[in-house]
């Protein structure tokens, strides 16, 4: 990413438990390799990275919900998203009253509505808010951002549009604001093809893990982008039906011929949902169908095509084995949901080993 970016600063987007990927081992590598800043999105999530030790800036995207959420912001040392111009009375009046603003100010990074039209402050709020923000003590200008709605669409128009809207707001932003505040309007796939949108900063998710949404729209690949995650099971049964026999719930599917079918305890229990079922996984690199439903605790495979399959083996739901890969947008497609819900999908339950290539070290 510093390497697609050039200058810009980079924040890391660890939301959702890190898209599914475990925030708090995420976010601490992040930092080791010295990313700029991580952003979440509920304030409960800036309590969880601070007592994981991570140290840098945050971002709350989104903002406070309540006064509740104020405080963890202020006592977290994060910086809240203002996204309507009513926030900064409601926030002046709890410093105030709290006395947290007698203390330093409050960072407060704004954001702008240029078009997406799901959160952010009117354009024609900013003023007002750039002057509320400059005369009160209690806050600091620490950031302005927006969001585009069509970045990994190589021939949107909007996406010029939105840069033009955002161009003309950070015109209000004085020499001294924009050495000191971060502008940032791109997401991964801007952050990767739009120079135009990476201001002095950029804000990437999926990128981070090893997606950038573009690449299945458009089937164009990026250079250096590897997947992060994978899901793997050992095989803990092997059994041979005949043909014409019934697998699973409902007997659903039927064996076309005699047929070894492994099974994998890994089910929707766990977030591989029944959605995803009807595709493949590997097995001594060689795709195999999901066979029969999947169950909440297990789903069932047919192996009759792998020599020697026996109890034990790895079995990869996502990610590679050898020379073949699923990847999380075959997951996607096969499923009709988004790819980052692939990810966020996966339950707690799937216990996650953490593999540090970095210093060679091993977390479970």
Not at 212 to 217: C, E, F, R, S, Y
């Amino acid at each position: 990413m510093r390497r697609a970016v050039g200058q810009a600063a980079v924040y890391g987007v660890v939301k959702a438990d890190a898209y599914g990927h475990g925030a708090p081992a995420v976010a601490l590598e992040l930092e080791r390799l010295g990313i700029d800043g991580l952003a979440v999105a509920r304030a409960a999530e800036l309590e969880e990275l601070r007592e994981a030790g991570c140290g840098g800036r945050l971002l709350l995207l989104g903002g406070p919900e309540s006064p509740e959420d104020l405080d963890r912001a202020v006592r977290w040392t994060a910086m809240p998203v203002l996204t309507r111009l009513d926030q900064l009375a409601a926030w002046r009046g709890w410093l105030r009253r709290s006395g947290a603003g007698r203390g330093p100010a409050l960072d407060v990074v704004v954001e702008l509505d240029t078009g997406m039209s799901r959160s952010g402050l009117q354009l024609s709020d900013w003023p007002a808010a750039l002057d509320d923000v400059r005369a009160a003590s209690e806050f600091r200008l620490a950031g302005l951002m927006s969001h585009l709605a069509e970045s990994e669409l190589a021939a949107s128009s909007f996406t010029g549009e939105q840069e033009r809207r955002f161009a003309a707001a950070v015109e209000l932003l004085d020499s001294s604001e924009r050495r000191s505040a971060p502008v940032h309007l791109a997401n991964s796939s801007a952050a990767l093809r739009r120079a135009s949108a990476r201001w002095t900063a950029v804000r990437v998710g999926g990128a981070l893990y090893g997606l950038d949404l573009a690449t299945l729209v458009d089937g164009s690949t990026v250079s250096g982008l590897r997947p992060v995650m994978s899901v793997k099971a050992p095989i803990v049964d092997v059994r041979h039906v005949p043909a014409g026999a019934g697998v699973g719930y409902r007997r659903t599917w039927r064996a076309p011929g005699a047929a070894r079918i492994a099974l994998v305890r890994v089910g929707y229990g766990d977030g591989f949902g029944t959605g995803l079922g009807g595709g493949e996984v590997l097995v001594r690199a060689v795709r195999c169908p999901i066979v029969g439903q999947i169950s909440m605790d297990s789903l069932t495979v047919d192996v009759t095509r792998v020599p020697d399959v026996a109890i034990g083996d790895e079995c990869v739901l996502l990610g590679e084995q050898r020379e073949q890969r699923i990847g999380v947008g075959e997951l996607a497609e096969r499923a009709g949901i988004a790819a980052y819900e692939v990810w966020c999908g996966l339950g707690l339950r799937l216990p996650r080993r953490v593999i540090n290539r970095g210093n060679g070290e091993v977390d479970s």
